[in-house]
């Protein structure tokens, strides 16, 4: 069932969307055709997801699937986007998502890639042990959530870490090609390292927790229910930045073209979507496109962008469009 | 010289920049340091750009650099969103702008690369025949640009035109993979359709008429001095998208993430940015960076954006930062 | 029906093959088993082609398949080696026969893929007219089929030229990085390039004529009937080593493993195979393995090689084998 | 100093050579001008080969450089080449030997890249424990070298296992792309894989005992010294055919174009040389040319093939060459 406060969360201004209630049900409309679709498969790259349901659609409990724009953002905040991006870059890559290739300065293209991912995880507090820098992520999870649910799943920590070829093949690669900071450069660590990788992967959230995460975003970095900053100003801009630009895997350019918002959707179906100084969403629905998004939060999105004034560019005077500002 | 009335152009409502004075002076301050800058290369794939002066900077004769912005806003107002993207993508190529390469629907990847741009061009009017067709975009560019200058450089075509054999390579790469539209497949046509693309690419402009543009596009597009619709809503919304995502070639994703404005760049040193519902500027400066875009251009950019609050995600509510809202 | 001393050819030397008559029987019979082979198909990429039967093995016209090999020799007896592989590498490419890429110099690979053939064409006679420099081949084919049938399909000419997208798209790609002589500069002259490559390609001959050419070739150069020295020795060493490691297509490396004979192959499903200073083999069956060779011929090669000790390495002293030399 | 029954060795039949004594002063000729030779890097990869002196030349300890062809031809000869080629094939990659990719069927493109040396080395005795193992290549390799000094070189394997970042990636990509038998799936013993690995690649050997290596390739697989049969006739001759299409990484078709013979060289600079039936060489010494070869050693290859009729179609009949036939 639905529980629309669970889906969305608008920012706890009450003046951000002044009618409140024919816009909820404008959305409750969108979710029940939503439900609808039946196409989209499940990923079945880890046996954990393999077994979700296509039916579940909104409520569930999930990994935090936009993690790697939290990664992002804890690191950014912790240490400048200037250190971040002296490991990273910010191009989009025109490539699969885990494809065995980094840029022309040898760094991953971005953080939304799984070089990119691992190579920001490698940057949190690793001067700490490793108890007490997954400690630290998940307290960072805890404040941008607003202290909704946020567990871990061992299973599928477990999962991620005996499907984990490729993601082994990529950290060799990188260390190779010195990718790694200083402090994660002896090959015994390298395995320590993915292990944290693979845990923060395995970070569960639900709805309620993931649709505050979002809202936090598009709050410039302050939680809507605690109202704590919890993201800094800048790196909270720059993940949106990113989102919009490489959030979608490789729809990610159709996605900010047609819909125009950050977004930042993961395997396990879950999807997180930002309308800044409005509100978070999460999205959940395991079968997915052929790109790797779900294909039940894509729609949504689009129906949402087709009758609210959300786009990036919808802003722009001179529109004729009937599009309604909430 | 400088006159920034030239440079650039705010909106024709009085309002946009309330405080105009100050504003003019920032960006001379920003224009007078960025002359300072002897950094770049002048491009040299053709005679007539290796022979421009390094030192150019603001006002001058150049090419429509921003052209493949333009062409798609004027195919997408004739034709629709669906049928031109029917043809061309949406997503970043992580490519170099001109290589021979197609997306895995056999489509280049977007309108802003060569292969894309090419196609553009095949879609506009193309049942007309080639005298008219060349008329139908200048008088679309007149338009555009307020009845500023907009000539012919018959030298750069004929230069372009030499110096063609990759543009050739591209065109009969997607004539077998079927790219073009069902009216240009006949190889006597291909001919013609690359000598269109090379007219549309010799279309001269000034500094004063390429902001004119750039200011349509920002006002929607509706031209800010004659106050005709010259693109429609969604065109210009969907152009905006492309050239945030794509306009400034490989460091596009670099650019969106530090400046946050739609642009697009050319080999000429050209470039136009837009500030959605505030301004439109043309900066020109043959000297280019590694990724072939305008240094002095770039770097003025990024003053801007460290001292106004022009940044796409610049709006985010809890920003401590103390740009300036002009 | 089959007449093998049509098939196969061997040199004039009656003491090559003393046993001459179980030879030809234990070929007829090899003959016979893969005329009995349904799989593989016929090459569509021109209507011409796709036209053949896939019953046709052995005796039939077909356009000169091994043209590569001949071209290359022709061209290396006239200019020298060194000068010709100033623009033609040696090394097998790893990609496709049509593949749009040049070596780590800036060349074609080699003179087995399609880029390579078409600079070693133009290689042929450049100073000379079209006219004259067709002439010159087709008397050069001649004297290397010992006046054995050679003539000129002028539908797959056409055919090949209204086909040639992919071929232009190469040619305009290698004119961009100055892969041609310098003969072979202007636009206007890359047509007709190109059509002389065309001209070459739409040469044809008989299975008896291709026999007698594939001999020549195992006979040093001399054409075994009429005793005339038609390819320079170090040429015809040199087109023997090419075709050994480039001959067949992407599928070179496992037949000089298996085979180990030098051995070019065409879409039309000709091939020729030469057992050095013993006879060279004309096969012709045009169905298709997934790799463009004929599926009939490669397994003629395989029986015949698993009966007679020809081999490269099957004179290695100590063999156990029972293989018979004929 | 060079004493010339080290450099290479004739095949003990006292005919194979009848002029033994002015072909030794041809090539110690030869061996002289080649010693003049100042070109040419020494490989830095691992430490323990940066600290070569470039002035080596002929005689001194090296690593077995042709380890690969020789663990094929055990592998080969243990199992047979069926089961062999169903986990490695037989094409030139025409890429980097430590390029990350498969063919199309994703297995590694050849025996002699490093993802085939890997697959080849794990089909070694993968039944039996390390040490077994282990100890079967050496005694292996002791009779192919007819009780010659073979040794192990610890400081080389812990050199190369500190600096193996790159076969790791390899080897997960492999794991994950199901390149490994099954007897090697666990990551636990992925481990042992690339160590066993690395222990074979630091198989040590001198001048004299790779040069009688060489020979019994030459011979059929059969020591030329104990006349006793190490290598089955079969795999002798596949190691040959393979040798010399992939033996001397991006330069292979080169060498065998000019050279014509089967040759596999190493980073450490030794090279052997095989000319089948008359005599195998091993020449050492350590600056390499660009594409990783011995600069010394191919270049005395290619006195060796303008003086004697050594090349694979030196054999042609109608060669008017003066090359002398030893």
Known sequence: GLSLDIVCRALQNDLVIPRWSPFVEDLRKMYRECAAIEEGQVATYIPQLARQSPKLWGVSLCTVDGQRAFNYAIVASDLGAD?????????????????????????PHNPMVNSGAIIITSLIKNKLNMADRFDFVLQ?????????????????????????????????????????????????SL???????????????????????????ANGGVCPITNETCINPNPCRDVLSLMYSCGMYDASGQFSFSVGLPAKSGVSGAMIVVVPNVLGLCLFSPPLDKLGNSFRGVSLCKKLISRFNFHNYDCLVHSTSNKIDP
């Open 191 to 217: 395995t320590d390292e993915l292990d944290f990788y693979f845990q923060l992967c395995s970070i569960e959230a639900n709805c309620e927790s993931l649709s505050v995460m979002a809202a936090t975003l």
């Open 83 to 107: 250190v971040v991006h002296s490991y990273v870059g910010q191009e989009p890559s025109g490539r699969l998502f885990n494809e065995i290739c980094l840029d022309s300065k040898h760094k």
């Open 140 to 188: 960072e999870y805890r404040k941008i959530a607003g202290n909704e649910y946020i567990g871990f799943d061992n299973a599928t920590f477990l999962s991620e870490r005996a499907s984990a070829d490729r993601n082994y093949a990529l950290a060799y690669y990188m260390k190779e090609n010195k990718c790694f900071p200083p402090e994660v450069i002896k090959s015994e």
